[in-house]
């Protein structure tokens, strides 16, 4: 039988922490200001380039990136979490593209998810002299492998 | 008569400030943070919401409202901006639905757009004395209205 | 037999836990952008009383505060950090007063102080209901002794 | 001959804006979550000295520095602000040292103060090729005048 896609996702780098939601992560609801989320995904997303020796000191230093800045955030809240609360945040490469590449999150509370969301990232270097400071170009094979898992 | 509705958007709420990028919205790259924007989506949907008397004071004194949380948010980032730079921030309501409506924000930096995304919202309100703290209900008819612009 | 006082400070409730540096945590010069470091001076001291019983949800529900909100907080910032660092944040009581209480702290990296601070914070109640939202009172002397340690 | 300081502080440069308080500025106690009272002195600070030619892009391209750090903050919180509230913030230069300035800052309400502070900043450059890559250095001429107002 063809495809082996069909059975699901492909593997990828993943990782898996604990976030303790703090006084000042909530807004005056008492339940955590939506933005914080976001810094969470992307917190979360530099621990697991972190872990597979991919710190962003490394990224600049032996393969010239500026960084692996946003082209697309989107989450869906599906309840609520306080402080005292402590998550799981789970998060994995999902999709790897030429230029781009796609990590999912969860944020999950005993078992229950509370958002789950995804980035969509490029690969960003210095632009020349005479342009742009920072142009998107496409992923180095040993960052692609990387990210593979 | 032909309805007017066909050749645009439904007139609805809408808003327009300015946002002062500033230093401590920038991340490492010198550039804004992205979850940065989400805040800023927040806050211009309350300043829509404020102008047109709906402040949260009044949802929750007049309407018994705890707020209108995020179920869902979302951005596209099509360019960068840092310290110094003045956005303009403008947000309009865009649908109007049961018991949620959604607002389309777009942030600008001289006519070029820096990022566009929207946020869904729902109408919460305490929950019963032995359920969930919050329950989504309704949208009231004049909020429905307020909101229509 | 006198008293040993005079040897050192008085035993307090103390904490220690690791906070790591985000990209998020930094502004445009690399390193952590001021604020944050006294929104981990809160979480911290959170997380002390959340250690010692003293949780917001009981002080509110068993106690009938309002929160220990700040009358004074200062930092002297001694050395930079940035994303990727790990920092050891302590922070202790350094004194109870009939109405307030402070806490020391002090991160550090690798045993070099980055930063050191203190917050006062007073024992706060809701007022009288032709009054202000917010009165503050004296600590309940079981605070008082919990916050001894 | 006697001095005319006596009579009051010298004349340094000065700065006022508005503040408009969001909810996402606010914690779960309804009020202005302290950290952010800080952030706004850094922005008023960044205000103040783009207002007087000063941006930080002059800065690092005139004058090679990486910017002016923080040594110290400190503030007294005599007041709570919430959501909906426009604050008047204030500040200025109130010492100018050799290698050092201070800025006084006062946020109010209607008249009514919320909150002082103080940030003691240094002049920062970068450190030679083999040293630390930050080192404070004396204040440039120019700079000195120009905190001067």
């Known amino acids: 039988m063809p495809t082996t896609d069909a059975d699901g996702p492909a593997p990828g780098l993943s990782h898996r922490r604990p976030i303790a939601v703090t006084w000042g992560d909530c807004d005056a609801a008492g339940v955590v200001f939506y933005p914080r989320y976001?810094?969470?995904?992307?917190?979360?997303?530099?621990?697991?380039?972190?872990?597979?020796?991919?710190?962003?000191?490394?990224?600049?230093a032996e393969f010239g990136a500026l960084g692996t800045p946003?082209?697309?955030?989107?989450?869906?809240?599906?309840?609520?979490?306080?402080?005292?609360?402590?998550?799981?945040?789970?998060?994995?490469?999902a999709a790897i593209g030429r230029r781009s590449f796609t990590v999912e999150h969860r944020l999950s509370l005993g078992g229950r998810v509370v958002v789950e969301g995804r980035e969509v990232r490029v690969?960003?270097?210095?632009?020349?002299?005479?342009?742009?400071?920072?142009?998107?170009?496409?992923?180095?094979?040993?960052?692609?492998?990387?990210?593979?898992g």
Chains 1, 2, 3, 4 share one sequence.
């Open 123 to 148: 690969w960003a270097e210095p632009g020349p002299a005479d342009g742009p400071p920072m142009i998107v170009r496409p992923l180095p094979d040993a960052i692609r492998r990387a990210l593979t």
């Open 70 to 93: 946003l082209v697309r955030a989107e989450a869906d809240f599906r309840a609520s979490a306080t402080f005292g609360d402590t998550l799981t945040a789970e998060c994995r490469v």
């Open 38 to 60: 976001y810094a969470w995904f992307d917190a979360s997303t530099h621990a697991m380039l972190d872990a597979a020796g991919l710190s962003h000191h490394r990224l600049k």
